[in-house]
């Protein structure tokens, strides 16, 4: 039974809709994981100056990362392996191999080169540290300069596996990666401090590494050094991972810009807009990424075979789900803010303060995890559509929305009073100190809204059949359950607290649970009268997900 088990979910899955649940499921697992990693780092450091030099010194390593591992993403290669292996499972080998030898080759020379320029480019992250606290940085940022070499060969077995349709150890590379830190975080940092958790980074790298290979050297198609590299295909996915290499650069500039302004508000403000960002990317990587993932092979295939009907309908049934899904959670974020962030952070060295103004930045962030949500699938079906430098122009378009926002803002914020006054009252968190960092949520959000209402645009321009308008009945659906859902969350919370305290940790939670449990209850006979499609598509697939098999058959069927 044990083999039967472990051969159902390691085979490859052909349905988008279970390979999404599968995907999902572990995501949830990865997050929780790394929402655990977080906590542990808020109780022992707080947000204050060791927590911000640490979240501050993986901007340029990012940046390294989001350039280097556009050679090697799926988003990227997997049209170009899908053609391959149509040919021979000889050539896919070949372009892996290819692909391995001029990342690796090209990542050393230039994380060497970063890593003799560090002090340099650390100014330009970190202007509002002290020289002390910029040395630091320096050191730590030239240590995790490792990480991106090891993520990025993780991410070319990754594609292997969503090649061959199995997604399982794909998922699970996410949680190993957050378990090694959290393995550091346990047994090192009491001795070492900060720098234990930098090597629990690469450590937890390294474990993302091998939980992916096993599989792909099952499949003869682990990557390994070669000297007879494929000149064409490197040329040819060179050229096509340039836009969105830039596309992924000009998105950590922007979250950089970010992470620099905040250095201007206070010590630890950086840490309270990463621990926010951190609690958002949960859902956001739950939902999204789970179900652009899943859709991606399938979507690459049918642009293969010009079969642009099926293609859109793959796309709608992802962007139905992912609306269904991502607005009550939105919804149920913006309610329930400050019992988050209480729960996942609010003990050790993170104090209450540290709490409204993570939670205040966590709700304004919030507002768009719909579109941020679309935009990972919007993306994918683009670079599968082959309309990559397209992308690029529709970021930097953001990145300029983000950057006036955040400069513009807090002018706005220094010289009128009635700004901040506004954004404090919505908000809670009169009186507190630094409250600033709510418009640096605020320019991230408008950033990533700007972004999506871009790529929706060239989605429609460049795929035929697309019609967006077939989403109103879910999007209706989804606002209407949400709205009232979590309208009977905060009464029944505002009720609630005059009973239970919110001074504990379990008083924060049984708060949460009654508010979300009222608030759910309402949500799910919302939509059960509206006769939602994707609640009872939902509860289908989970059923035929664990108890029968023919649920690819009933997904064709309905496309």
């Given at each position: 039974?044990?083999?039967?088990?472990?051969a159902?979910?390691?085979s490859?899955?052909?349905?988008m809709?279970?390979?999404?649940?599968?995907?999902?499921?572990?995501?949830?697992?990865?997050?929780?994981?790394?929402?655990?990693r977080?906590?542990?780092l808020?109780?022992?450091?707080?947000?204050?100056?060791?927590?911000?030099m640490?979240?501050?010194s993986?901007?340029?390593?990012?940046m390294?990362?989001?350039?280097l591992?556009?050679?090697?993403?799926?988003?990227?290669?997997?049209?170009?392996?899908?053609?391959?292996?149509?040919?021979s499972?000889?050539?896919?080998?070949?372009?892996?191999?290819?692909?391995?030898?001029?990342?690796?080759c090209v990542?050393?020379?230039?994380?060497?080169?970063?890593?003799?320029?560090?002090?340099?480019?650390?100014?330009?992250?970190?202007?509002?540290?002290?020289?002390?606290?910029?040395?630091?940085?320096?050191?730590?940022?030239?240590?995790?300069?490792?990480?991106?070499?090891?993520?990025?060969?993780?991410?070319?077995?990754?594609?292997?596996?969503?090649?061959?349709?199995?997604?399982?150890?794909?998922?699970?590379?996410?949680?190993?990666?957050?378990?090694?830190?959290?393995?550091?975080?346990?047994?090192?940092?009491?001795?070492?401090?900060?720098?234990?958790?930098?090597y629990?980074?690469?450590?937890?790298?390294?474990?993302?590494?091998?939980?992916q290979l096993?599989?792909a050297?099952?499949?003869?198609?682990?990557?390994?050094?070669?000297?007879?590299?494929?000149?064409?295909?490197i040329?040819?996915?060179?050229?096509?991972?340039?836009?969105?290499?830039?596309?992924?650069?000009?998105?950590?500039?922007?979250?950089?810009?970010?992470?620099?302004?905040?250095?201007?508000?206070?010590?630890?403000?950086?840490?309270?807009?990463?621990?926010?960002?951190?609690?958002?990317?949960?859902?956001?990587?739950l939902?999204?990424?789970?179900?652009?993932?899943?859709a991606?092979?399938?979507?690459?295939?049918?642009?293969?075979?010009k079969?642009?009907?099926?293609?859109?309908?793959h796309?709608?049934?992802?962007?139905?789900?992912?609306?269904?899904?991502?607005?009550?959670?939105?919804?149920?974020?913006?309610?329930?803010?400050?019992?988050?962030?209480?729960?996942?952070?609010?003990s050790?060295?993170f104090?209450?303060?540290?709490?409204?103004?993570?939670?205040?930045?966590l709700?304004?962030?919030s507002?768009?995890?719909t579109?941020?949500t679309?935009?990972?699938?919007?993306?994918?079906?683009?670079?599968?559509?082959?309309?990559a430098?397209?992308?690029l122009?529709?970021?930097?378009?953001?990145?300029?929305?983000?950057?006036i926002?955040?400069?513009?803002?807090t002018?706005?914020?220094?010289?009128?009073?009635?700004v901040q006054?506004?954004?404090?009252?919505?908000?809670?968190?009169?009186?507190?100190?630094?409250?600033?960092?709510?418009?640096?949520?605020?320019?991230?959000a408008?950033?990533?809204?700007?972004?999506?209402?871009?790529?929706?645009?060239l989605?429609?321009?460049?795929?035929?059949?697309?019609?967006f308008?077939?989403?109103?009945?879910?999007?209706?659906?989804?606002?209407?359950?949400s709205?009232?859902?979590?309208?009977?969350?905060?009464?029944?919370?505002?009720?609630?607290?005059q009973?239970?305290?919110?001074?504990?940790?379990?008083?924060v939670?049984?708060?949460?649970?009654?508010?979300?449990s009222?608030?759910?209850?309402?949500?799910?006979?919302?939509?059960y009268?509206?006769?939602?499609?994707?609640?009872?598509?939902?509860?289908?697939?989970?059923?035929?997900?664990?108890?029968?098999?023919?649920i690819?058959q009933?997904?064709?069927?309905e496309?």
């Amino acid at each position: 039974m044990v083999a039967r088990l472990i051969a159902r979910f390691t085979s490859s899955t052909y349905s988008m809709h279970t390979a999404a649940l599968l995907l999902a499921a572990l995501s949830l697992f990865a997050q929780i994981l790394a929402v655990v990693r977080d906590k542990m780092l808020a109780h022992s450091f707080g947000a204050g100056v060791e927590l911000s030099m640490y979240y501050a010194s993986f901007r340029i390593p990012d940046m390294v990362y989001a350039s280097l591992s556009s050679l090697m993403a799926a988003i990227v290669i997997l049209p170009v392996l899908t053609s391959a292996y149509a040919v021979s499972a000889d050539k896919a080998k070949k372009v892996i191999d290819s692909l391995c030898t001029v990342f690796v080759c090209v990542g050393i020379v230039f994380v060497g080169a970063l890593y003799v320029t560090m002090p340099y480019l650390v100014h330009y992250i970190v202007p509002g540290f002290t020289e002390t606290e910029y040395e630091t940085v320096v050191s730590f940022s030239r240590i995790l300069l490792l990480s991106p070499l090891l993520l990025g060969i993780s991410n070319l077995i990754g594609t292997v596996l969503q090649l061959k349709k199995q997604f399982i150890f794909y998922a699970l590379a996410p949680v190993m990666y957050n378990l090694g830190i959290i393995l550091a975080v346990i047994f090192f940092v009491p001795a070492y401090g900060i720098d234990a958790v930098l090597y629990g980074v690469i450590f937890g790298a390294v474990l993302h590494l091998l939980i992916q290979l096993p599989q792909a050297l099952k499949n003869n198609l682990a990557p390994k050094f070669t000297l007879g590299i494929d000149w064409l295909t490197i040329k040819e996915v060179f050229f096509v991972s340039i836009p969105r290499m830039l596309t992924l650069f000009s998105i950590q500039i922007a979250q950089t810009f970010l992470v620099a302004k905040s250095t201007f508000i206070s010590v630890g403000s950086a840490a309270v807009f990463t621990l926010a960002f951190n609690v958002q990317t949960v859902p956001l990587t739950l939902i999204g990424l789970s179900y652009s993932v899943a859709a991606f092979p399938l979507i690459a295939e049918y642009v293969e075979k010009k079969e642009w009907k099926t293609v859109w309908g793959h796309l709608f049934q992802a962007m139905r789900h992912i609306i269904f899904w991502s607005i009550p959670i939105m919804c149920f974020f913006i309610v329930l803010r400050a019992h988050i962030v209480r729960a996942l952070y609010g003990s050790g060295e993170f104090d209450w303060t540290d709490t409204r103004l993570t939670a205040a930045t966590l709700a304004i962030m919030s507002i768009a995890l719909t579109f941020q949500t679309l935009s990972l699938l919007a993306m994918r079906a683009l670079y599968a559509l082959q309309s990559a430098y397209s992308q690029l122009w529709s970021q930097l378009g953001a990145m300029v929305v983000t950057y006036i926002v955040a400069v513009y803002g807090t002018t706005l914020w220094v010289n009128y009073s009635e700004v901040q006054f506004f954004f404090e009252s919505l908000f809670r968190v009169e009186g507190l100190p630094h409250t600033r960092i709510i418009i640096i949520g605020l320019a991230h959000a408008l950033g990533a809204i700007t972004l999506t209402v871009c790529l929706l645009v060239l989605l429609k321009k460049h795929l035929p059949y697309t019609r967006f308008r077939d989403l109103r009945t879910v999007i209706f659906q989804a606002f209407a359950a949400s709205i009232l859902g979590s309208t009977v969350t905060y009464g029944i919370l505002s009720f609630v607290q005059q009973y239970i305290t919110l001074e504990t940790f379990w008083g924060v939670i049984g708060n949460a649970f009654l508010g979300v449990s009222g608030g759910g209850l309402a949500w799910f006979v919302i939509l059960y009268i509206l006769g939602s499609t994707e609640l009872q598509e939902f509860m289908h697939a989970l059923k035929k997900r664990f108890w029968k098999e023919d649920i690819v058959q009933e997904e064709l069927r309905e496309l």
